[in-house]
């Protein structure tokens, strides 16, 4: 049996987070996809971005995919907010339908995940777990919420599985 290969996406309308991990959570890689240029207009922004996650799973050949999502419903934003957040999501339905052409077992991960912790606190334990992580190359965080998402994904199915196992035949 192929051993499991994560590609964890934290996507924006900017650059997206990218985290590769096996199946015992251990940092394989982490980067940002990013468009070729910061002020390139929305739409060829998403488009690299796209092209780009599609390259690198061609080449990691990731067994699964988690993309982190925006589920459920949000309070109301003021106008000048819902303008970001069509283009959030249009940057997270683009890399999705991406991920799901390419790669064999795609998931959509709700926010959730952050168990409600400031994006630096997150950032902050995924620096002690993986000394290979470097904050430097990570202004956004958008690496560091990749990795977590990964870990905190993997974690839920080592769970489910173990339920699995015990149960009576």
Not at 17 to 28: F, Q, S, T
Not at 56 to 65: A, G, Q, R, Y
Request: proline share 6%; charged share 25%; aromatic share 8%.
């Amino acid at each position: 049996m192929e051993a499991m290969k994560l590609l964890s996406l934290d996507p924006s309308s900017t650059m997206t987070g990218y985290a590769i991990m096996d199946e015992k959570a251990n940092l394989v890689e982490a980067g940002l996809i990013k468009p070729r240029k910061a002020g390139d207009e929305l739409w060829t922004r998403i488009l690299t971005m796209s092209k780009s996650l599609i390259t690198l799973i061609k080449e990691i050949e990731p067994t699964h995919c988690i993309v982190e999502v925006p589920i459920g419903k949000h309070r109301r934003l003021p106008a000048a907010m819902s303008g970001s957040l069509v283009k959030y999501g249009c940057a997270v339905g683009s890399l999705y339908l991406a991920a799901h052409l390419f790669c064999p077992h795609v998931y959509p991960v709700s926010t959730l995940w952050t168990g409600g912790k400031a994006k630096v606190r997150r950032a902050g334990a995924v620096a002690f777990r993986f000394p290979t992580y470097d904050p430097d190359k990570d202004k956004g965080l958008d690496m560091a919420d990749a990795i977590g998402m990964g870990v905190w994904w993997l974690d839920q199915q080592a769970g489910r599985y173990a339920k699995r196992m015990l149960r009576k035949p």
